[in-house]
């Protein structure tokens, strides 16, 4: 039987492992890879940004510039990093663009809104 490669993104440990044991355990053909495109599938947590994550990704996506994101969302320079950097991590991503190319690609955001 063919394997399945799988990526999983979730919002903590405990959503990630609940979610990969209940995927092996319905079909033992699944493998889990990262990152995403080497996956035939992609599992997202559809609660793994926050409200706020989500704002301040969109507002980089619009500004594209941390200061200008800080100014127009009324936070410090420094909590718009600290959100950027959680951002990165739950992505899996190295940058603000590769943030909101993800982003856009899985529909964790939308800039029309």
Not at 47 to 72: C, D, N, S
Not at 74 to 99: P, W
């Amino acid at each position: 039987m063919r394997r399945i490669t799988v990526a999983i993104y979730a919002r903590n440990d405990v959503v990630d492992g609940f979610i990969k044991a209940q995927l092996l355990k319905a079909n033992p053909n699944f493998v889990l890879v990262d990152p995403p495109a080497q996956a035939d599938a992609v599992i997202i947590d559809a609660q793994l940004l926050t409200p706020t994550e989500k704002k301040i990704l969109k507002a980089y996506a619009k500004f594209g510039k941390i200061k200008e994101v800080a100014r127009a969302e009324n936070y410090s320079y420094a909590t718009v990093k600290r959100y950027l950097s959680r951002i990165y991590t739950k992505l899996k991503v190295k940058s603000g663009t590769q943030a909101v190319a993800f982003a856009l690609r899985y529909q964790l955001i939308d800039l029309e809104e």
